[in-house]
């Protein structure tokens, strides 16, 4: 009790995440994106990224076709 260590941060730190914050589901699955490692929860079609042993939300990535964006010019 009370009883603190690096390596027990390190292994929450790396620890896969238990559930999904928003639907709880307990379903989480890695897939590698753009972020890096991230969980996609098939419950809620969530993805997540994990840091420090807390789940959170992932940026969606960018669509294949972007839309041009107006750009102001002087
Ligand atoms: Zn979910």
């Given at each position: ?11 929450a ?18 897939v ?13 079609r ?29």
């Amino acid at each position: 009790m009370g009883h603190h260590s690096i390596d027990l941060d390190l292994d929450a730190a790396l620890a896969p995440p238990h559930a999904c914050p928003a639907c709880r589901s307990s379903d989480l699955r890695p897939v590698c994106g753009e972020q890096g490692l991230v969980f996609l929860c098939p419950g809620c079609r969530r993805t997540w990224v994990s840091e420090l042993g807390a789940l959170l939300p992932a940026e969606q990535p960018e669509p294949v076709v972007a839309m041009p964006r107006p750009r102001s010019s002087p």
